[in-house]
C-alpha cells in the first residue's frame, strides 16, 4: 500500500487476520470463551496500531486540533457498541463502569503513560503543549461530574427528586451535549486561527490512505467489540473477576487501545501537541458526549441509562477532573506527574476489584 513500509504491510496484514480470528472464534462451536476474549482483545490491539499510523499521517496536514477530535470519534465507537450490547443484555453495571471507565483510563492510565513517554525525549526530562485543551478538558470533565453528583446526593438522600432521575438524566444529556458542541466549535475554530506547535514532518502516507485506514480500523473495532462483550461475561465467571473491575479496567483498557497506542507512540516521536490533542479530546467527548448521548439512545434499549452512578465512581471521576488539572493545566508535565496518573489508576482499579 501507498506509503508504508514493508513491516507497516506485514503488521496490518496481521491484524486483518487477528480481527478475521475474532470473527470466527465469536461464531464457530466449541471454541473456550477466554480463547474467544483473548483473541477480540488482541484484535482490538491490532486496531489501535493502525488507528497510530494512520492517525499521525492525518495530523501531519490537518493539525493537532481536527485530527484529536478526528481521531477520538473513531476511536470511541467501541465503547459506544459495547455499552449499547450490555445495555441490551441487561449488564447496566458493566455499561456504566466501562463508560466511567474510559475516563479514568484514558484521563490517568494513558495520559500518564503519554506525559512519561513524552517527557523522556525532551532534553530537560518536560513535556510542554499548550495548556488550553487540558483546561477546558477539566471543565468538560467537571461539569459532566456536577450532574453525577447531585444525581447522586438526591439519591442518597431519598429527596423527591430521587423519584425523577430517568427525566433529570434526559435533561441533562441535552444541556451537556449543548456545552459540548459550544466548546467544539470554538476549539476548532481557535486552533484552526492559530499556529500548530511541535515539530513537523511530511507525511509520506496519502491522505486518502491515511482517512480509509483510519476509519476502517474504527469501524471494525465496532464489531469487534461486539465478539468482545460476548465472551466477557463467560470470562469473568470463569476467571472470578467483578463486574466492576471488568467494566471499569479489562472493558476500558480494550476499548481504549487506540488511544493506549497512538499517544504513546506520537509521544514517544517528540509529537507532544497531537499526543495530548489525542488523549484529552477523548476524555472530554466521552464524558461531555458518549455518556449523554448514551443516556438518550439507551431509551431505546431494554436497559435505561442514567446518571446515576455508586458513589466511588462519582468520587473518581471528581478526583480525577482535579488532579488532571493540577497536572497538566500549565502546560508542562514531567516524568514524576506522569507517574502519579498511573498510580491514581492502580488505586482506583484495587478499589474496582473488590466492589
Not at 127 to 136: A, H, I, K, Q, Y
Not at 175 to 183: C, E, F, K, S, T
Not at 267 to 292: C, D, T, W, Y
Request: proline share 3%.
Amino acid at each position: 500500500m501507498t506509503g508504508l513500509t514493508r513491516t507497516e504491510r506485514a503488521l496490518l496484514a496481521l491484524v486483518v487476520l487477528l480481527t478475521a480470528a475474532a470473527g470466527v472464534t465469536r461464531y464457530a462451536s466449541g471454541v473456550s470463551a477466554v480463547v474467544a476474549f483473548v483473541v477480540a482483545t488482541l484484535a482490538l490491539a491490532g486496531g489501535a496500531w493502525v488507528v497510530s499510523v494512520s492517525v499521525e499521517q492525518v495530523g501531519e496536514r490537518l493539525g493537532p486540533a481536527t485530527t484529536g477530535v478526528m481521531q477520538a470519534t473513531v476511536a470511541n465507537l467501541p465503547e459506544f457498541f459495547v455499552v449499547i450490547f450490555a445495555l441490551n443484555a441487561g449488564q447496566l453495571i458493566v455499561a456504566q463502569t466501562a463508560l466511567v471507565g474510559s475516563v479514568l483510563v484514558n484521563a490517568l492510565l494513558v495520559l500518564g503513560l503519554v506525559i512519561v513517554a513524552g517527557a523522556r525525549q525532551t532534553r530537560d526530562g518536560i513535556m510542554r503543549f499548550s495548556p488550553r485543551l487540558p483546561n477546558d478538558t477539566a471543565t468538560l470533565l467537571l461539569i459532566a461530574s456536577f450532574i453525577i453528583a447531585l444525581v447522586g446526593l438526591a439519591n442518597s438522600s431519598h429527596d423527591a427528586a430521587s423519584h425523577h432521575i430517568k427525566t433529570i438524566s434526559i435533561i441533562s444529556a441535552c444541556a451537556i451535549l449543548v456545552v459540548y458542541g459550544a466548546w467544539l466549535s470554538q476549539y476548532l475554530r481557535s486552533q484552526a486561527s492559530g499556529a500548530s506547535p511541535g515539530p513537523a514532518a511530511a507525511p509520506r502516507v496519502p491522505l486518502a490512505v491515511a482517512i480509509g485506514l483510519l476509519v476502517c480500523a474504527g469501524v471494525a473495532s465496532a464489531f469487534v467489540s461486539d465478539w468482545f462483550i460476548h465472551a466477557l461475561t463467560p470470562t469473568v465467571h470463569k476467571l472470578h473477576i467483578s463486574k466492576a473491575f471488568a467494566g471499569l479496567v479489562i472493558v476500558a483498557i480494550a476499548g481504549n487501545a487506540v488511544e493506549n497506542v497512538a499517544g504513546i507512540v506520537l509521544a514517544h516521536r517528540g509529537r507532544s501537541e497531537l499526543a495530548i490533542a489525542v488523549v484529552k479530546n477523548s476524555v472530554g467527548q466521552i464524558a461531555a458526549f458518549l455518556f449523554p448521548l448514551l443516556v438518550l439512545v439507551s431509551l431505546l434499549t431494554s436497559t435505561t441509562l442514567t446518571f446515576a452512578l455508586a458513589p466511588v465512581y462519582t468520587g473518581a471521576l471528581i478526583g480525577t477532573a482535579v488532579i488532571v488539572w493540577q497536572v497538566t493545566g500549565d502546560g508542562e508535565a514531567t516524568v514524576f506527574e506522569g507517574v502519579a496518573l498511573v498510580a491514581a489508576f492502580v488505586i482506583l482499579a484495587a478499589v474496582a476489584a473488590f466492589e
